[in-house]
C-alpha cells in the first residue's frame, strides 16, 4: 500500500484502542504481581525488563502492524535483542516505535508512574504519538499539527512566570557517567531548580500540561522520546540540542538536548549545558 504522511489510511482511535488492549492484557494483571524470576537486569541493576514490557511489545507489534499494513515496528525490546532493528528508523516504510513499559523501574517497585509510549514516524517525521499511563488513567494524543490532547481536552505548555524558578528534570544519575554529570550539574544555577527525573513519557506530558518547564535529556533512544517530543511541539513547547539542532529520532545528536515550555526556556536550558559542554 501507498502511506500517506496525511495520515488519513490510519485509523488513530484504533491505535489507541489497540495500546489501551496491550495495556489492559499484559501489563496491568502484572503491574504489583511480579514475581521475581519475571524480572531481568539487562545491564545493570537499574537497567530492567520485565514479562510485561516484553508481552506488551509482542501485543503492539502484532495489533499496531495490522493496522498498518507495510509498517515497522522499532520497540525497545526489539532493538535489545536485534539492534539491527533501528535501521527502519531511515527507511522508507512507516515506523512504529514503542516503549512497551517507559519507566520499568517504577513498574517493578508498584509506582504508578510509568507509561506506554507510541509513535508513527515516517522518513524521520513524526506523526502522531500516544502517552498511555495506564494506572493512572491517562492517554496524551498528539497528531502533527494537529494539537495535542490528555483524556480527550486540549493541552497547552504555556510559558514559565516571568522570573519564576524554573522547574527541569534531567537524566537520573543512576543512569549517567562522570561526564555526563558534570555538564548536567550546570544547571545547578540561580533561576534553575533541576531534580532526576522520572519516566521520560510522563516528564515530557508533565512540560505538556505546564507542570514542568523542561527537561535535560543525555540519552537518545528513540522509544523514551519520540512520543514525548511530538506532544510538547503539539502543545506549543519547543525542543533542541546542545548543537542547536533539532533533535532526531534516528539519532546521532549531541547531547544533552532538551525540551521546554516555550523557545525562550530551551534557549536558556541549552545555553546552560553548551557552556559546559
Not at 540540542?241 to 541549552?270: C, H, K, M, Q, S
Amino acid at each position: 500500500m501507498t502511506f500517506s504522511p496525511d495520515l488519513s489510511g490510519v485509523d488513530l482511535d484504533a491505535v489507541e484502542a489497540a495500546i489501551r488492549k496491550a495495556a489492559a492484557d499484559e501489563i496491568m494483571p502484572r503491574f504489583r504481581q511480579l514475581a521475581a524470576e519475571e524480572i531481568v537486569e539487562k545491564n545493570g541493576p537499574h537497567d530492567l525488563v520485565t514479562i510485561a514490557d516484553r508481552r506488551a511489545e509482542e501485543h503492539l507489534t502484532a495489533s499496531l502492524t495490522a493496522l498498518l499494513p507495510g509498517s515497522r515496528v522499532v520497540g525497545e525490546e526489539a532493538v535489545h535483542a536485534d539492534p539491527g532493528v533501528l535501521d527502519a528508523l531511515r527507511g522508507d516504510a512507516p515506523v512504529w516505535i514503542v516503549d512497551p513499559v517507559d519507566g520499568t523501574r517504577q513498574f517493578v517497585h508498584g509506582d504508578p508512574g510509568f507509561a506506554t509510549l507510541v509513535t508513527l514516524a515516517h522518513r524521520g517525521e513524526l506523526l502522531a504519538s500516544w502517552t498511555y499511563a495506564p494506572a493512572l488513567d491517562l492517554m496524551a494524543v498528539a497528531r502533527r499539527g494537529a494539537g495535542a490532547r490528555l483524556n480527550g481536552v486540549p493541552l497547552r505548555a504555556g510559558s514559565p512566570a516571568p522570573d519564576a524558578v524554573l522547574q527541569v528534570a534531567t537524566s537520573h544519575h543512576d543512569f549517567t557517567d562522570d561526564e555526563e554529570k558534570r555538564v548536567l550539574a550546570a544547571l545547578n544555577t540561580g533561576g534553575v531548580a533541576p531534580r532526576p527525573c522520572g519516566a521520560a513519557g510522563l516528564e515530557y506530558l508533565h512540560i505538556a500540561s505546564g507542570e514542568l518547564d523542561a527537561t535535560a535529556f543525555s540519552w537518545e533512544n528513540a522509544w523514551d522520546h519520540a512520543a514525548g517530543l511530538l506532544l510538547v511541539h503539539e502543545a506549543g513547547g519547543a525542543s533542541g540540542t546542545v548543537a542547536g539542532e533539532p533533535f532526531r529520532i534516528e539519532g546521532g545528536n549531541a547531547l544533552p538536548f532538551t525540551a521546554a515550555r516555550d523557545a525562550e526556556t530551551a534557549r536558556r536550558i541549552l545555553g546552560l549545558l553548551a557552556a559546559a559542554n
